[in-house]
């Protein structure tokens, strides 16, 4: 396109056909693009990132000597959904949430799926996302989920898998917000020639869903309206910069656990005009942070007595504590059965296959086949902690076989997919690059509202199936099209 020749590469292309002609999702967008100067898409190139540099659009590295902050790479090639596929994706995504919700649900008061023998009950015992702490406990309106991220991953033409479920603090939606907001001030008329579902409305609509969980003691007496705050670590955080945006974009407070404190039996926070309770807080905190009286002693992120509130009924906290047990990744592997055991239907959105290496059966296929696998921790994120058996050298597929045959139950393996690629811009022309895809869901009473598209995260490097920003990951604009 615009005289650029198009890197080829063997896996699913969403944009191109295999005899190279443009799939019917990326025809306007193509058409338009046909039509631009290869010097004009440099220069809008160029002002892309320089307007994420002015935006403090970044993400902070942990453990490097290099500088804490780096810029979010950010490609402006869109990915682009159909409506048809977007439909068959919501029914799906809708579904596994549901599901989650029960799950937690059952895990936390009666255990009929470990009853039924259809969970191990040692996931929940070997599991320190799972708290004691929380049993006989229902969050106000039975919502532990509040805010999830589903990562999808493309095989094919209608073949999407589920890869991970983020229950706890799915992150990341600012830049999906961002990404649209940038696109839109570098191409107004593409956006009059597209017809693109609006994701910008994602902060109007997670702040009426946060208050449609106000908590039981919550008192609308004079039309007041619930009081939501995010909570979070500080500015060292790597993802503060999410934190801040999404209260500024909300209306809502931003605090740190010192603006916060318990006051007659309420959560309440420091303002200009005293102390006033907080009803809903989106907590940005871990779970063992959340109230040095209840969890770690030693945290100072948190707040003193928060959790005798919770269970009293003072306050939402979103997500629930507790949730994070749905994120791990063993659990992940029994989510065909979960779906069914509490929607009574198959999954409409599969697993990828998956084997648990605490058991001695899939142990031993693993170990005869690192080289051919991805190996994950269980609690593992970030793309830390994992093996690319096609791509890791001899001494890594070593040092890993060691840390496994130590200790199997913290692992499972999965073989190595052919994901999807979407193309890149780059100075000599147009490249495919892998992606995959983390729609946002919210969760209220009065529904589950499914934000259409997400945030594309693209492995930026060539052959990496990495896509994770601290990995040298990049991220897309996603577009869901209009009917």
Not at 94 to 115: G, K, M, T, W
């Amino acid at each position: 396109m615009a005289g650029e020749p198009i890197e080829k590469s063997g896996n699913f292309d969403e944009m191109h056909d295999p005899s190279g002609n443009t799939r019917p999702a990326y025809a306007d967008y193509c058409t338009w693009y046909k039509e631009q100067e290869p010097a004009y898409l440099k220069r809008k190139n160029s002002e892309a990132d320089e307007s994420f540099r002015r935006t403090g659009i970044t993400f902070n590295v942990y453990g490097e000597d290099e500088a804490e902050e780096r810029l979010i790479p950010f490609d402006m090639v869109p990915r682009i959904i159909t409506a048809a596929e977007w439909r068959r994706l919501t029914r799906g995504i809708e579904q596994r949430v549901r599901a989650l919700n029960s799950f937690l649900y059952d895990l936390y008061h009666r255990q009929e799926i470990v009853r039924a023998g259809r969970l191990p009950e040692r996931l929940l015992r070997d599991n320190a996302a799972w708290l004691p702490n929380m049993v006989g406990m229902t969050p106000p309106g039975g919502i532990y989920t509040h805010i999830v991220g589903i990562d999808l991953v493309r095989t094919g033409p209608d073949e999407f898998f589920v890869l991970e479920d983020n229950a706890r603090t799915p992150s990341g939606v600012s830049y999906m917000l961002e990404n649209r907001e940038t696109m839109m001030a570098m191409f107004p008329d593409l956006f009059s020639r597209v017809a693109v579902e609006q994701v910008s409305n994602y902060p109007r609509r997670l702040a009426r869903s946060l208050a449609a969980c106000a908590p039981p003691k919550f008192d609308a007496a004079g039309g007041r309206k619930p009081n939501v705050a995010v909570l979070t670590p500080g500015i060292y955080n790597s993802a503060y910069f999410e934190h801040a945006f999404l209260a500024d974009q909300m209306g809502a407070e931003l605090v740190e656990g010192t603006d916060l404190r318990v006051v007659g039996g309420r959560v309440q926070m420091r303002t200009t005009r005293g102390f006033e309770p907080v009803d809903v807080l989106y907590r940005r905190v871990d779970d063992d942070y959340l109230d040095p009286l209840t969890f770690e002693p030693d945290s100072v992120l948190g707040v003193p007595g928060i959790m005798d509130v919770y269970r009293s009924g003072g306050i939402t906290i979103a997500n629930a504590p507790g949730t994070g047990v749905s994120d791990d990744k063993a659990i992940y592997s029994f989510m065909p059965e979960i779906v069914e055991f509490y929607t009574g239907e198959k999954p409409l959105l599969p697993n990828v296959q998956t084997w648990r290496c605490a058991d001695p059966d899939s142990l031993a296929y693993v170990l005869d086949n690192l080289d051919e696998l991805v190996v994950k921790e269980v609690h593992g994120s970030g793309g830390y902690g994992m093996l690319i058996g096609p791509t890791a050298t001899k001494k890594e597929i070593r040092a890993f076989r060691a840390k496994l045959e130590a200790n199997p139950q913290n692992y499972i393996a999965q073989p190595t997919l052919s994901l999807s690629t979407c193309p890149i811009y780059t100075r000599a022309g147009l490249a495919p690059r892998h992606v995959d895809l983390r729609p946002f869901v919210l969760v209220s009473p009065e529904g589950i509202d499914i934000t259409p598209g997400g945030l594309t995260r693209v492995a930026l490097k060539k052959g990496s199936l990495v896509v994770n920003s601290s990995q040298g990951g990049g991220t897309k604009d996603t577009w869901v099209l209009k009917d």
